[in-house]
């Protein structure tokens, strides 16, 4: 209850800033993603990183002189609303976006910002395809899950050594195409994938499905999707008696999964981005975070900072939103970021991302584990 | 071998406690189209309520040092029956008496909109996220060989079962022993004729509406406490079930709304035991479809004989 009153807030305020400071010359930039919905709490992350980036920017005197300005639009990680919410943004005249969260969300969105002459940058959507069709404008500053699946797989190849292997997805673009990964490349290293099967995502009970793990023997599991379905799962199974090595994306990793599986999530690996809030040198951005209360240890919380960071510096550096002029010196330039010297390759995704394993705990927090 | 129907056991459990709860909600479904032949599509809603007050009266009880496991079961039960039942009360005031006697679409279109507001005032007031909760009833037996294939029946599915049992029995007294139960049989045969008869119909409906959300709230209950996790959003898919399963078993029959939600449950459960829990969707709605081309009036339910 208490978040959506403070999302109302949040956007009542943003909206009061809209009306108090529209005399100053200022440059829009759109947030999106989801505000309301299932995986809202993903949503916050990325904006909290995003208005912390342009708060700070704005203190040390703006872009050229211009402020910028925070505009958040909700598309409750639907792919209807965030084509929506696309177009909402185009006729609001805004040329710059964060967003959006879910990959199913931002490939619709992204056809329309190409389109349109809208430059975007997704800090948290991990699905290959969104770069895979030659769009100059379309940037992300996260990994692909073409990177952490295979990361994934070789942990458990060279860490865990599982006989019987099940891998479970939600049948959703960002889950099935992680688990798809993840079964290659197992199948490659020789690992024994006993199950390959899809959940429907909402559902509430998956004790068919376990009682068929159980029968399988299986001693591990990749679950691709997000917490609200694992957290189910975790907790089902050990009702039943079903103990398994579990291990999900960054889909899953948040204190969510903790509340809804409770002791059940003990143990769980999740293959998370680094954990930029515990490099020294962005301490005092971590400082800036709990200051304002806000949580900076989520996944997108960094990623969505330096989004806007690379935003403002190339506009900078070509002179005004001029998108097109922006993508060119992107692709040509290394940003140094909180979240390290990042670089962008031809087709809008960094050059290099490394993601970490880290085992969860019951009481929410997480460890890497070596 | 013994494996074998072990595991067939175990997926028919897990099938059966899932069929009792869609069979549970799907009664509110053909209680209200038998006597009004109108589609309550915010049903599934006032079942999502149901948990969503479950949770808060333990969560309340829990704040005030209050344990013990009966106590709390039965306040829950009390409560959440009492606030669905003025839910479905109010609803039927609101949004469905009305538009009674003009044509049944706008009675639909009505109940589209309630279920759509109903969703989103809870989304509003209780936030989007997943509510959680931790299991109040754990433990069950458990049998065969650990180190094969162990089926387990937990203390939980028990419950669900012998409370649906019990509400249903219930049910069926109240309808067929009763005197409110007698006026409710009138007006499905024929409402007018009933109006006529000095039973003043629009009790009878307000009391099908108050029945059916108690019920909804039962199902709220056991499944909230069963799964620990609810969200604004299960209402629709849980409906969605429901609705199939009184389809299934013939719309406006009560026995049928219970057969349909048994065999919509277990039909799930070994799908996704013998094939692949993705197919298991696809498989039961197209039953549901071969059983309306074979019996569009379903399994229980009765040809409809158009009247003159």
């Known amino acids: 209850m208490t978040t959506i009153k403070k999302h109302l807030i949040g956007l009542s305020v943003s909206a009061m800033m809209l009306g108090a400071a529209s005399a100053q010359a200022e440059i829009k930039i759109a947030l999106a993603g989801p505000v309301t919905g299932p995986v809202a709490q993903y949503g916050d992350m990325q904006f909290i990183g995003a208005k912390m980036a342009i708060e700070q920017i704005n203190k040390a005197g703006g872009v050229n002189g211009e402020q910028l300005e925070a505009v958040v639009y909700d598309d409750a990680c639907d792919p209807k609303q965030a084509t929506a919410v696309a177009n909402k943004v185009v006729n609001d005249g805004i040329q710059l976006v964060v967003g959006h969260l879910c990959s199913s969300s931002t490939e619709p969105a992204s056809d329309i910002y190409e389109d349109e002459g809208v430059l975007m940058i997704t800090a948290a959507s991990t699905s290959p395809t969104i770069t895979e069709k030659g769009y100059q404008l379309v940037f992300r500053t996260i990994g692909l899950d073409s990177l952490q699946g295979p990361f994934a797989a070789k942990h458990v190849v060279d860490a865990i050594k599982p006989q019987r292997v099940a891998v479970i997805h939600d049948k959703q673009q960002y889950g099935e195409g992680l688990a798809t990964s993840v079964k290659s490349e197992l199948d490659k290293a020789g690992v024994n994938v006993v199950m390959f099967e899809g959940v429907t995502s909402g559902?509430?009970?998956f004790s068919a499905l376990i009682g068929k793990l159980k029968k399988e023997n299986v001693d591990f599991v990749y679950y691709g999707g997000y917490h609200p379905e694992l957290g189910l799962i975790l907790r089902q199974s050990r009702e039943k008696g079903f103990n398994a090595k579990f291990m999900g994306p960054e889909g899953v990793g948040n204190p969510d999964i903790t509340a809804i599986a409770g002791e059940a999530s003990e143990g769980l690996l999740v293959t998370l981005p680094?954990?930029?809030?515990?490099?020294?040198?962005?301490?005092?951005?971590?400082?800036?975070?709990?200051?304002?209360?806000e949580d900076p240890s989520g996944a997108f919380v960094f990623p969505a900072y330096s989004a806007v960071q690379i935003m403002a510096d190339s506009i900078k550096a070509v002179g005004s939103v001029d998108t097109d002029a922006m993508a060119k010196h992107m692709r040509a330039t290394t940003f140094s970021t909180p979240t390290g010297d990042l670089a962008f390759d031809a087709k809008g995704d960094l050059k290099e991302f490394s993601f970490v394993v880290y085992e969860w705990h019951a009481d929410g927090s997480k460890t890497a584990v070596k | 071998m013994l494996e074998q129907l072990l595991y067939f056991v175990q997926q028919l459990l897990n099938g059966l406690t899932i069929g009792s709860t869609y069979a549970l909600i799907a009664i509110g479904y053909t209680m209200v189209y038998g006597i009004i032949g109108m589609i309550n599509f915010a049903h599934g809603e006032i079942y999502m309520i149901g948990t969503y007050v479950t949770f808060i009266v333990i969560a309340g009880l829990a704040y005030m040092g209050l344990e013990s496991l009966p106590l709390v079961f039965t306040a829950?039960?009390?409560?959440?029956?009492?606030?669905?039942?003025s839910y479905g009360f109010a609803i039927e005031r609101v949004a469905y008496r009305p538009l009674r006697g003009q044509t049944r679409l706008l009675a639909l279109i009505s109940a589209i909109g309630m279920s759509i507001f109903l969703q989103n005032f809870v989304r509003l007031s209780q936030g989007s996220r997943d509510i959680?909760?931790?299991s109040l009833i754990?433990?069950?037996?458990?049998?065969?060989?650990?180190?094969?294939?162990?089926?387990?029946?937990?203390?939980?599915?028990?419950?669900i079962w012998v409370v649906t049992l019990v509400t249903m029995a219930a049910l069926t007294l109240f309808i067929t022993r009763s005197k409110w139960g007698r006026a409710c049989r009138a007006c499905s045969q024929d409402l007018g004729m009933t109006n006529l008869l000095g039973i003043n119909a629009n009790n009878v409906i307000a009391l099908t509406f108050v029945v059916g959300a108690a019920l909804a709230a039962v199902a709220g209950l056991l499944l909230g406490l069963y799964y620990g996790v609810v969200n604004p959003y299960v209402g629709f898919i849980a409906g969605l079930k429901a609705f199939t399963a009184a389809v299934l078993g013939g719309i406006g029959s009560i026995p049928g709304a219970m057969l349909g939600g048994l065999l919509l449950g277990v039909t799930e459960a070994m799908t996704s035991a013998y094939f692949s829990s993705e197919y298991k969707d696809v498989v039961a709605f197209s039953l549901l479809v071969l059983v309306l081309l074979f019996r569009p009036w379903g399994l229980l339910g009765k040809p409809e004989v158009e009247k003159i």
């Open chain 2, 76 to 85: 829950a039960l009390l409560v959440s029956m009492a606030v669905a039942a």
């Open chain 2, 138 to 159: 754990t433990g069950g037996w458990t049998f065969g060989d650990p180190s094969s294939f162990e089926a387990s029946l937990s203390y939980m599915q028990v419950i």
């Open chain 1, 274 to 293: 680094n954990s930029f809030d515990q490099d020294p040198k962005n301490a005092d951005l971590v400082a800036a975070f709990k200051a304002k209360n």
């Open chain 2, 132 to 134: 959680a909760m931790p």
């Open chain 1, 203 to 205: 559902d509430k009970d």
